[in-house]
């Protein structure tokens, strides 16, 4: 009922403002509309009297004589066009100093329409945001409906194990958060990438995409949540599409292990990175590989901007690629092979996790390392061990080769947060929700873990 309430309010809001807009005009023109019609008949008069005397003064001048009454008559004819035409150029003047307070008044009343409009947009918003609200109030969890892209809601570091479940037969290499956060995505071993649906703190099946025949090593869903791409060890990449699992894209090319695979901002193209020590440029549309770059080293991880493309390798190197020159901008050392990159969400930070276990922040605006992490007892499990940023990029987590989560606060550099006793082996990745509320992490067994700060 507020809602129907609400929506009635606005609507007879924008028939009042139509409506005295429609008058307001309608009036100042009939107005001006009339006096230039007034003025018009003036002038037609004027044309008459000034012919009638242009008449007379021709007769006159034909009989080389007049008399005194035809010349008093044509005196008081001269005198009344005089006079006639003093009064027409005093009612145009101020028939033009109207039509410009007219204008000024238009230009007046467009502004507070557009005000008004701008009003009306407003409530328009409100009204879809209850809508939104009214809707996920019957649903059992409010992470259960996509957010609109760019909304990041408050981040909460987890501290329990909300839901522990055996996601693959084997071990379980990737986890990516749709960008809603109402999915979870995880790839495994078993050559599948299965999808969850987080339900009021659960992690519930909702299918599998098949088609890989080899292990899953990474996996990422496009911004709008439709497609998810994944690498493999058959070296090849593949998209499918996430409403009805269908495999729409397999991307062959590299001569070695698919150890990472990103869309570009664009979503139309694609970025891999190999064991073969080359990353290739995709374009989904005409299905081919664009570009092919030699990195010197195997790729174990990729992040990718608007023209920058970013890689981490096994020579302990983080490279910088510019996609239109396929040229290296610049490199950065580290002192460990690197194993995982993430950008923070407005893609200034770099995140960097490296076998000599420690996890950086490379600031992209400066070129330097701004935060270091470390903690007793965290150590980097495999050379594909993944680490993530908070969405608002105030934390970052990383999972340890003895099962634990660590969670450091980037302003302090401090460890917030140290979780153990659920994983049975060493956690391969990790990743945060969009929405905040929950991080997702899988091991070198066949276990997944979903955490909150419930």
């Known amino acids: ?25 309608r009036h100042a023109f009939e107005e001006i509309v009339h006096q230039y019609n007034r003025l018009l008949e003036k002038s037609d008069l004027q044309a008459v009297l000034s012919e009638r005397y242009q008449a007379d003064k021709y007769e006159v001048q034909r009989g080389h004589e007049t008399s005194p009454a035809d010349s008093s008559r044509s005196d008081v004819l001269q005198q009344e066009m005089s006079q006639m035409r003093i009064r027409h150029q005093e009612e145009l003047t101020e028939l033009h100093k109207k039509r410009g307070e007219l204008a000024q008044s238009v230009i007046e009343l467009n502004n507070q329409i557009q005000q008004k409009d ?57 986890v990516r958060f749709s960008p809603g956060s109402r999915l979870l995505a995880t790839g495994g071993m078993d050559r599948r990438v299965k999808l969850w649906e987080v339900v009021a703190g659960r992690c519930e099946p909702k299918g599998a995409l098949t088609g890989s025949n080899a292990g ?42 698919v150890l990472s695979a990103r869309f570009l ?7 891999s990175g190999s064991y073969d020590r080359t990353l290739k440029l995709w374009d989904l549309r005409s ?9 010197g080293s195997s790729c174990n991880d990729i992040v990718c901007t608007e023209q920058c493309v970013m890689s981490g390798h096994f020579d302990k190197k983080v490279r910088f690629w510019d996609i239109r020159a396929e040229s290296i901008v610049r490199e950065l050392e580290l002192q460990g092979r690197v194993t995982s990159l993430d950008l923070n969400h407005d893609r200034s930070e770099l995140l960097t996790c490296s076998r000599d276990d420690l996890l950086k922040i490379i600031d992209l605006r400066t070129n330097a390392i701004r935060q270091t992490f470390s903690a007793q007892g965290f150590k980097c499990g495999a050379d594909w061990t993944r680490v993530s940023f908070s969405p608002d990029g105030s934390y970052v987590v990383g999972g340890s080769a003895d099962g634990a989560l660590y969670v450091w606060n980037v302003l302090t550099g401090k460890v917030d947060r140290t979780l153990d006793r659920n994983h049975n082996s060493a956690i391969n990745s990790v990743s945060w929700s969009p929405s905040g509320a929950y991080v997702a992490s899988v091991e070198k067994g066949s276990r997944a873990i979903l955490w909150s700060d419930m």
């Open 1 to 25: 009922m507020a809602e129907r309430r609400v929506e009635c309010t606005w609507k007879r809001h924008v028939s009042e403002q139509l409506k005295l807009r429609d008058r307001l005009q």
């Open 118 to 174: 701008k009003e009306i947009q407003w409530v328009l918003m409100l009204l879809f945001l209850s809508r939104r609200r009214t809707a996920n109030s019957f649903s059992t969890s409010p992470e259960s409906t996509e957010a609109p892209s760019g909304v990041c809601a408050e981040v909460r570091v987890p501290s329990t194990a909300l839901h522990v479940f055996e996601a693959h037969d084997g071990e379980v290499n990737a």
């Open 216 to 257: 899953i090593t990474s996996i990422e869903f496009d911004s709008a949540g439709s497609y998810l791409l994944a690498a493999s060890n058959d070296f090849a990449s593949r998209i499918w599409t996430v409403d009805d699992y269908r495999l729409r894209h397999t991307l062959t090319g590299h001569s070695g292990k």
């Open 265 to 271: 901002l664009d979503n139309a193209r694609i970025v």
């Open 287 to 295: 299905k081919v590989c664009m570009k092919t770059v030699f990195a």
